[in-house]
């Protein structure tokens, strides 16, 4: 592999890689006319107009490459990982059909495996490899935001044996304002009276990251990890607040723990609603809702988050035209924060902005990631709109009399 890894500056990238990919990748590329359109859907280059990051510069890129037009491996290993374009618009709205998402993230792992990653990426793998978490805290204190809630149980929501598996996930386990996000929703599962347990220093990192930087291999480990704890609680329900934890476990472990079903937080909620097992008061406020890429285009799931909401009496939900199928992203999602953070920053603004237009008094989400990026972006656009998780909503909608 090494040597493999060397001969790469001196031939063409694609030659590498359309060596394992074969024609799929070629008669990708030479479907696209050049037209544009899938620039227009990038968030990224709708905020920062720098044509690099748009897909039509990527799919060029990579089309002189496979034309020995020239050998860009340097280029293409920065272009590559610049942003998230697997649950991207682009994929969506380009008139050629062409899957710009699914292709980029094959070369993407092709480019790993060859070594071209950038080094930050290359510091996450070694971060999750060694904590089970992108943060780098210690594995052990993936719990330790229960110690903060008021007047938690003394098992700690760690229990031997329950029917529910919370996944929390890395953000909702570290991140500050994520951690409210699962505060909110072990609540949830209290009031309705979900057997249900966290995981804890037993849970690792999903593998998202992992994937997402074309380092499918690196998340086997975490994988068998997370699995081999589900089966130790007995559970048949594993539930996620994370959209994108969601995903990697339909898309990486479904096939290995048949008969365990995997919900979003708004698909579980939803049905505690309908079971009558969570009496919900007032709340009288006017709602837009945001569709997370990750649950929404690419996850599918669009009714349960809209279900909860119109079922908490008195909220007022304000859509904007852009959503479900054609949902604004928040810039967050993948890896992108760690190596275009002011990316982030100017879609999430620019995504919150355009939310804002509603006029509603509340932006709602589902998503610990979109929550965070959105809350920074919304400070900066209108900071009297607040930002929160559906998860948050009925959490504080809940009627305990």
Known sequence: MTSEITKLDQVTPLEYLARDIGGWAAAQLEACT?????????????????PQVAPIWKLDLLRRAYEQQSTLLGKIKVGLHLEKPVRAACSVTCPMGIAIGPLLHELRDRLAEAGAVPDNLNRMRTTVQKDDNVF???????????????DPPDDLYQRKHA??????????????????????????LDAAGVNFTILGGSEACCGFPLRAAGMKADAEALIRKNIAAVWASGANTVVF??????????????????????????????????????????????????????????????????????????????EVSERRMSGLCCGGGGDVEMVNPQGVKQVGQATASKLSETGAALLATACP???????????????????????????RSIDVS
């Open 136 to 150: 780098g805290f210690p594995a052990d204190e993936r719990a330790g935001w229960v110690d903060y809630m008021d």
């Open 163 to 188: 029917d529910v598996v919370y996944f929390v996930g890395c953000v909702s386990s570290f991140a500050p304002r994520a951690q409210r996000i699962a505060e909110s929703f072990v609540h949830i």
């Open 34 to 50: 050049r037209c544009g359109i899938c620039a227009a859907a990038c968030p990224f280059y709708a905020a920062s107009k720098d």
């Open 241 to 318: 607040t994370c959209p994108a934890c969601r995903l990697m476990w339909l898309e990486e472990y479904h096939e290995r723990i048949p008969g365990v079903r995997l919900l979003h937080s708004t698909e579980l909620i939803v049905h505690l609603i309908e079971q009558g097992r969570l009496k919900l008061k007032d709340f009288k406020t006017s709602v837009t809702y945001h569709d997370p890429c990750d649950l929404a285009r690419t996850g599918g799931v669009f009714e349960a988050p809209r279900g909860v909401l119109g079922a908490i009496p008195g909220i007022e939900l304000r």
């Open 369 to 395: 990631q979109c929550t965070r990026v959105l809350e920074e972006g919304m400070k900066k656009v209108k900071p009297e709109m607040k930002v929160l998780d559906i998860t948050e909503i009925v959490a």
